[in-house]
T-cell receptor, first 116, second 116 residues
């Protein structure tokens, strides 16, 4: 079965360190998204990609970067981790094209990141 | 960009009680509407969706939602909840057919606690 995998599931790091969270999908979806989930804020979009070599900023992109070198992967990098980036991070993917079903996003299990 | 409002932050119910969660969105064009559910410790799963047609849509586990275009609303309902419905519920919206914008805008979420 197709799936979307995030790793690691849990990560503890120190302020100032660079951290990369992995996201790998086997749906062959063009679209991939990174969200952070914080109490009272729901899910907020960090970065997204609509295809290989395409990346775009979301509403909370400061301090984060992504790259898309193939269809399957969209790693999220925290350039210099800050305590404010302690959160749960979710990756998602969807198809592209017309038709509502192509807007359905499928989510990974999440990565819980603690920045101390 | 569209915004999504969920009226209740935390709802506490007894088993067999009826549930209704409110959701309003701000975008004036055609939209695709979703309810996602996140059970404790798990990732987001699609509960139900509306793309077009019958404004009353049925999802998994006995949930349904009604799209009222004039009120920009997409409220979620379940006639009789079970303890296993304890979860966080998110309303989300994307722009409708013809749009190349696949980003989901999420509400802040509603935590539902069902007491046995």
């Amino acid at each position: 079965d197709a799936e979307i995998t995030q790793s690691p599931r849990h990560k503890i790091t120190e302020t100032g360190r660079q951290v990369t969270l992995a996201c790998h999908q086997t749906w062959n979806h063009n679209n991939m998204f990174w969200y952070r989930q914080d109490l009272g804020h729901g899910l907020r979009l960090i970065h997204y990609s609509y295809g290989v070599h395409d990346t775009n900023k979301g509403e909370v992109s400061d301090g984060y970067s992504v790259s898309r070198s193939n269809t399957e992967d969209l790693p999220l990098t925290l350039e210099s981790a800050a305590s404010s980036q302690t959160s749960v991070y979710f990756c998602a993917s969807s198809e592209s094209g017309t038709g509502g079903a192509k807007n359905i996003q499928y989510f990974g299990a999440g990565t819980r990141l603690s920045v101390l | 960009a569209q915004s999504v409002s969920q009226h209740n932050h935390h709802v506490i119910l007894s088993e067999a009680a009826s549930l209704e969660l409110g959701c309003n969105y701000s975008y004036g064009g055609t939209v695709n509407l979703f309810w996602y559910v996140q059970y404790p410790g798990q990732h987001l799963q699609l509960l139900l969706k509306y793309f077009s047609g019958d404004p009353l849509v049925k999802g998994i586990k006995g949930f349904e939602a009604e799209f009222i275009k004039s009120k920009f609303s997409f409220n979620l309902r379940k006639p009789s909840v079970q303890w296993s419905d304890t979860a966080e519920y998110f309303c989300a919206v994307t722009r409708g057919p013809g749009s190349n914008d696949y980003k989901l805008s999420f509400g802040a979420g509603t935590t539902v606690t069902v007491r046995a």
